[in-house]
């Protein structure tokens, strides 16, 4: 079913970070495509007037566009007006409704702090803005299971679920979908893809950078809700869902919740978190902070397929490369056929899904050359020099626009997803501390000792050989 694309763009939070590091560019992108010609009309509380916003544009797209000065850009810098008031306020709501126009069906964008999402959603109902419209609010989806819902609720006193957009950035990324073409789009790899093959499947996003400056804002959060929660659990759903049956967005969304159903909710033995040395001397953060900046988790997800096989989650801040890869681990071969005293490593999928290098490889063995029937380990290795077509923003806002929900999150799959962390949220759980550079504290090290310890993203796979009595 088509349903009609949107016809206005309104951007609360026009002035800030969110619109000037990923928006803009988006919808440069968009426009030199021929893909975006709608007006966007920013809000801000700023005290800016809209020459000052195009300005600001202007600056977003030399330092994360393709420039400032082309004719995507002007063109984009002529589409803009601007609100500029307290979006608790009537009348802000009332000039935005003037600023609309004609326009029937806007996509709000509510790229403000999650605090200010009642108060945005309210105005734009009191005011007659939300008919026929579609709203995008951005992560984070709550802090906990009790606000998520509390925030579902706020935006459907206002929004159908099917004008709700919810976006978590990884769903945009070409690789993350590829995890699902790759599954879905091949037959040889069904056979292999349960509990009888899979020994186990780890998931690691890795990052250099710190807090950045974000200080304040990642005391409130910490790793299990900044990246766990939300992209890390999506890209698990991609690789552990059931083929979805018939087409369509909800068949999709459906099977990706079955998975966060079917995932035992943490407890302490399965959570070990870290905070790297130098986190709390960082603007923002407490001088006795708790919060982690790396956590690692084993999960358990209870469903025919996958009963019994470790998953194995990990993210940190300040780590020893930038790479986030998933790493699914089958078992032995069951006999050692050329006598060689260590069994062949296993074989294993690998993918690749950023920042650079985005690729799926297979590990396999080979025989080396010579007289020996001795082997080697391979990769077969398929990887996209070509770069994102397109950046996960713009691919999101442009489904938004359209109104396809397919790539976003659906409030069910919110919910069960905070279901599975909630219960460790407010333990008083040790947080370790380690060395800026390394790859999180030693604690976690147990958690993966059964599937052959921790993958290294930055070391290519060197999993343990068995040896054979
Ligand atoms: C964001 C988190 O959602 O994702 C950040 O808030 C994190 O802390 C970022 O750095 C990582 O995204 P990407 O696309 O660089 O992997």
Redesign the pocket.
């Known amino acids: 079913m088509t349903v009609p694309a949107s016809d206005a763009l309104v951007l609360f939070g026009a002035t800030g970070d969110l619109a000037y590091r990923k928006i803009f560019p988006a919808l440069q992108a968009m426009v030199r495509r021929g893909s975006f010609e709608v007006p966007v009309i920013g809000v801000a509380r700023s005290g800016w007037t809209l020459e000052r916003l195009r300005e600001r544009v202007r600056a977003s797209l030399r330092e994360h566009g393709d420039g400032g000065d082309d004719a995507a850009g002007e063109r984009l810098v002529a589409l803009l007006r601007y609100v500029d008031g307290d979006y608790r306020e009537a009348d802000t709501h009332k000039r935005l409704r003037a600023a609309l126009g004609g326009a029937r069906r806007p996509l709000h964008y509510l790229a403000v702090p999650p605090s200010l999402f009642p108060s945005v959603v309210d105005g734009l109902g009191e005011s007659g803005s939300a008919e026929g419209a579609r709203v995008v609010v951005e992560?984070p989806f709550g802090r906990d299971l009790a606000s998520a819902r509390a925030l579902n609720r706020a935006l459907h006193r206002t929004f159908a679920e099917s004008a709700v957009f919810r976006i978590d950035?990884?769903l945009g990324?070409e690789a993350v979908q590829n995890l699902l073409y790759f599954r879905f789009a091949n037959a040889f790899l069904e056979p292999v893809w349960n509990r009888n093959y899979v020994r186990s499947i780890q998931i690691t996003?890795a990052?250099e950078?710190g807090?950045q400056g974000?200080g304040r804002f990642?005391e409130e959060v910490g790793a299990v809700r900044?990246?766990v929660q939300?992209?890390l659990l999506q890209v698990l759903a991609h690789l552990a869902m059931e083929p979805p049956v018939g087409d369509g967005s909800e068949a999709l969304r459906d099977e990706k919740v079955k998975v966060f159903r079917g995932i035992r909710p943490l407890g302490a033995a399965n959570l070990v978190r870290g905070q790297y040395d130098g986190y709390r001397a960082e603007d923002g953060v407490a001088p006795d902070s708790q919060v982690e900046t790396y956590a690692a988790l084993q999960l358990h997800l209870d469903s025919w397929r996958w009963a019994g096989v470790p998953i194995l989650i990990r993210a940190g801040?300040r780590l020893g490369a930038t790479a986030?890869e998933v790493l699914v681990q089958l078992e032995h071969a069951p006999q050692q056929v050329f006598g060689e005293a260590a069994a062949a490593p296993s074989n294993y999928f690998r993918f690749r899904l950023?920042?650079d290098r985005v690729a799926i490889a297979i590990g396999a063995s080979t025989k080396q050359a010579g007289a020996a029937m001795a082997g080697e380990p391979v990769e077969l290795y398929v990887c996209n020099d070509r770069g994102p077509e397109m950046s996960?923003y713009e691919r999101l806002i442009g489904d938004a626009l359209r109104g396809d929900p397919t790539l976003f999150a659906r409030e069910d799959g919110v919910e069960a997803a905070w279901g599975i962390v909630d219960p460790v949220l407010s333990l008083p759980l040790p947080v370790h501390p380690y060395r800026q550079g390394s790859w999180g504290p030693q604690e976690a090290d147990a958690l993966a000792a059964a599937c052959g310890g921790w993958h290294r993203p930055d070391k290519g796979v060197s999993l343990a050989h068995r040896t054979v009595a």
Do not use: Q, W
């Open positions: 992560k950035h990884y990324k996003m990052e950078i807090v974000r990642y900044d990246v939300n992209h801040k986030t950023g920042p996960a």
